[in-house]
C-alpha cells in the first residue's frame, strides 16, 4: 500500500522522470505536488524521447497522473502536452489526467514579471527558467492568485484578471520598465483554455486520499531538487516552491501518514543550471568531458548544465531534510573510462572543517571541498543489469556512496532507457 515520494537530491536534473517511468508500472498514481513547467523530466522509451515539464512521469505507463494543489500551471503548456502525448499514441482523457482545482495558474503577466525582473537584476540575475514560477507563487502567497476553479467560473475569472492587471501593469511599465499586458486579451484566451480542461479539473486530494485508501501503490513525483528548495536551498538562486519530501503532503492534499518511503534521486556527479554557489563545480577538461558525455543541457531551457564532482555535504543534508529511506544513483555510466573520480565529504573554510551547508552564501562560495578520491574504470556500464556484473571499482564507488549516505542503495541506472536500470531493493516492497 505504500506511498512513496521521488525527490531529486542535488540541483534538479537527477533523473527523476526515469525513475518514476520505471515505478510507474507498479503503480495506480503518479502525483505531482509543486512546481510548474520549470521541471523538465526526459523519459526515454523504446528510443523514443518526451519530455514532461507538467504532466507526471506515470503518463507513458498509462497510469492517472495528477496535477496536485501546490503546483502553477500555465494551462497553454498543458494543452501543448496533452496534445504531444496524443501524437505520440498516448491517450490522455479526465480517466488519466486529474488537475486539482486549487492548483494556482501561471498567467501571461507572471512571465513578463519574471523576465522583467531578471533583466533589470543584470549581474545579480537568478538564471530562472522564465517560465513565470516566482510571480505566480508570489501572488499565491499574497493570496491574489487565480486558480482552476476561478478559470472555470468566468465571471470571478473576469473579475481577479481585471483586478491583477491594474497591479501588475503598474509594476510591468512603472517599475520594470516592461510592456503592459491586456486584460481583455488575456480573459479571452484563458476562456478557451478553460472550455478544453474544464473535464480534467477536479479535487484531486479527495481523489489521491481514496486510491490511497483502497492500498494503492502512489508515486509522489518532486520536481527540481532539494538545494533549490524555497526555504532549505541556496536561496536566493532557488525556486520558489518547497522541492522537499514533506511537501508532498501539502502539495496533495494528504496526511504524512500517507507517505511510506521517501526514494531520493542521485545523479552520480553534481550539476546545476542557472546562477548559485557550487563547491565541487569542476572547470577543466573533466568537467567538460562530463557535461560532453552526459549530454547535461537544461531539458527546459536548453542551457549547458555546470558539472562537478559528487558532494556529500549536499546529499547528507537531503537524506536529513527529506528523511529518504532509500536512494538511486542515475548516470553511473557517464563517469565511464574517468581514471580517478573525487568525493568531497566535508569542506574547509578559513581554516575550519564544515560539515553541513552554510546559510550564508558567502560562506559557502569560500567553502573548499575536501575530497577521496576513487580509482575509475574502463568497462562501460552503460546496459549493466547486474550489480555484480558492473567492474569492480565502480561497485567500491557506490558502496562508498552508501555508506557515506547511511541509507540503502536501491536503484542503480546505468542509461536513459527503462531496460537500462538494476533494482537492487524493491522500492514499493521495502515498506
Ligand atoms: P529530471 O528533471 O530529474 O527528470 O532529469 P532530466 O530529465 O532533466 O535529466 C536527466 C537526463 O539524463 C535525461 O536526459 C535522461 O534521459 C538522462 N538519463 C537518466 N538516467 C540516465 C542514466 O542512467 N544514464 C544516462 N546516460 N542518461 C540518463
Ligand atoms: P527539474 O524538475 C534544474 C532552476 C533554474 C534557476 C532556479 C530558479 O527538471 O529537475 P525558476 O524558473 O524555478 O524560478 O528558476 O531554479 N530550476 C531548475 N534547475 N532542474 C529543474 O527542474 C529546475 N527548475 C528550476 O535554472 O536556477
Ligand atoms: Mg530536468
Aim: with cysteine; hydrophobic share 40%; aromatic share 6%.
Amino acid at each position: 500500500m505504500p506511498g512513496i515520494v521521488i525527490v531529486g537530491t542535488q540541483w534538479g536534473d537527477e533523473g527523476k522522470g526515469k525513475i518514476v517511468d520505471l515505478l510507474a508500472e507498479r503503480a495506480r498514481m503518479a502525483v505531482r505536488f509543486q512546481g510548474g513547467n520549470n521541471a523538465g523530466h526526459t523519459l526515454v522509451v523504446d528510443g523514443k524521447k518526451f519530455i514532461s515539464h507538467l504532466i507526471p512521469s506515470g503518463i507513458l505507463q498509462k497510469k492517472t497522473c495528477v496535477l496536485g494543489n501546490g503546483m502553477v500551471v500555465d494551462p497553454a503548456e498543458l494543452i501543448r502536452e496533452m496534445d504531444e502525448l496524443e501524437s505520440m499514441g498516448i491517450a490522455v482523457t479526465p480517466d488519466n489526467l486529474l488537475v486539482s482545482d486549487r492548483a494556482h495558474l501561471i498567467m501571461p503577466y507572471h512571465k513578463a514579471v519574471d523576465i522583467a525582473r531578471e533583466c533589470l537584476r543584470g549581474g545579480t540575475k537568478i538564471g530562472t527558467t522564465g517560465r513565470g514560477i516566482g510571480p505566480c507563487y508570489e501572488d499565491k502567497a499574497g493570496r491574489r492568485g487565480i486558480r482552476f476553479v476561478d478559470l472555470l467560473n468566468p465571471n470571478t475569472f473576469r473579475e481577479r484578471v481585471h483586478a491583477a492587471a491594474g497591479e501588475k501593469n503598474h509594476l510591468l511599465s512603472g517599475y520594470l520598465k516592461a510592456a503592459p499586458v491586456n486584460p481583455d486579451e488575456i480573459i479571452g484566451e484563458y476562456l478557451e483554455y478553460a472550455k478544453r480542461l474544464a473535464p480534467y479539473v477536479k479535487d484531486t486530494a479527495v481523489l489521491v486520499e481514496e486510491a490511497a485508501a483502497q492500498g494503492a501503490n502512489i508515486l509522489f513525483e518532486g520536481a527540481q531538487g532539494t538545494h533549490l528548495d524555497i526555504d532549505h536551498g541556496t536561496v536566493p538562486f532557488v525556486t520558489s516552491s518547497n522541492t522537499v519530501a514533506g511537501n508532498a503532503c501539502a502539495g496533495s492534499g494528504v496526511g504524512p501518514r500517507r507517505v511510506n518511503g521517501v526514494l531520493g534521486i542521485v545523479k552520480a556527479y553534481t550539476t546545476r543550471v542557472g546562477r548559485g554557489p557550487f563547491p565541487t563545480e569542476l572547470f577543466d577538461e573533466v568537467g567538460d568531458r562530463i557535461q560532453r558525455v552526459g549530454a547535461e543541457f537544461g531539458a527546459t531551457t536548453g542551457r549547458r548544465r555546470r558539472c562537478g564532482w559528487l558532494d556529500m555535504v549536499q546529499l547528507k543534508a537531503s537524506v536529513r531534510l527529506n528523511g529518504l529511506t532509500g536512494f538511486c544513483v542515475t548516470k553511473l555510466d557517464v563517469l565511464d573510462g574517468l581514471s580517478e573520480l573525487s568525493i568531497c565529504t566535508a569542506y574547509t573554510h578559513k581554516g575550519e572543517t564544515l560539515r553541513e551547508f552554510p546559510a550564508d552564501l558567502e560562506v559557502l562560495a569560500g567553502c573548499v571541498p575536501v575530497y577521496e578520491t576513487h580509482p575509475g574504470w574502463d568497462t562501460p556500464t552503460v546496459d549493466a543489469q547486474d550489480f555484480n556484473a558492473l567492474p569492480a571499482s565502480a561497485r567500491a564507488y557506490l558502496r562508498r556512496v552508501e555508506e557515506l549516505m547511511g541509507i540503502p542503495l536501491q536503484i542503480v541506472s546505468t542509461g536513459p532507457g527503462r531496460t537500462q536500470t538494476m533494482e537492487l531493493q524493491d522500492v514499493f516492497g521495502g515498506v
